[in-house]
């Protein structure tokens, strides 16, 4: 995988949200902020350290737009990854698919922090699945992969959420498999064309009945 290195001084612009985003980074050196703006209203999604991945939502989701700003809060130096490189490294890497995992669940954990004390599984693992089906080229993920990142986020037991995947297998939401050499398992999504407005209906019909999904398991 070919990159190539940029330095970026401190305070200095690195994307805007809402630009195009034909490229990732992986910062090397220094530290970065991410963050978005409301009117005049900041908020700050998170302080980035060697060695991390950013910029990558803009390739996994199909309108390749930046879904938040960064700069460089010190002087930083960045290894800036194209597109079709992303898209091959991600395919061949199972350590760069945990760094994106690992980042959706920490931006969803953000959002649902401003919303409820307590982490809803179902909609982190609806969300998360939804983004990767957006990136056209995958098709499939480590259904370890996912458990581990959410593990690791929410310090859950892996038994609750493995409970609430196989739920959504059961709502015809995901097929969980292994794979044809019968050495890990995947998670499939079952019609992804409309995966995310019926994995959605699911959750406000439960929610209406004054429950949720991870209640149909107790």
Do not use: W
């Amino acid at each position: 995988m070919e990159s190539k290195v940029r330095e970026f001084a401190k305070g200095s612009t690195i994307f805007r949200r809402g630009e195009p985003g034909n490229t990732a980074f992986i910062l090397t050196e220094g530290t970065v902020e991410i963050f978005i703006t409301e009117g005049k209203n900041k908020t700050v999604l998170g302080v980035l350290h060697p060695i991390s991945v950013f910029g990558e939502m803009a390739l996994l989701l199909k309108n390749q737009q930046r879904t938040a700003s960064a700069i460089a809060k010190s002087d930083a130096k960045l290894a800036e990854i194209s597109r079709k490189d992303f898209d091959d490294f991600f395919k061949r890497s199972p350590k760069l698919i945990s760094a994106v995992l690992q980042t959706m669940v920490e931006r969803l954990e953000q959002t649902n922090a401003r919303v409820s004390q307590s982490p809803d599984l179902y909609i982190i693992i609806t969300e998360m699945l939804n983004l990767l089906i957006l990136h056209d080229r995958i098709s499939h993920i480590g259904f370890n992969q996912v458990i581990d990142c959410i593990e690791n986020s929410y310090k859950l037991d892996s038994a609750t959420i493995i409970k609430t995947m196989n739920f959504m297998q059961t709502l015809g939401l995901i097929e969980i498999r292994a794979d044809r050499h019968n050495a890990v398992k995947l998670i499939e999504i079952i019609k992804p064309t409309d995966f995310i407005e019926r994995a959605r209906h699911i959750h406000a019909t439960f929610t209406k009945m004054g429950s949720s999904p991870e209640a149909g398991f107790f």
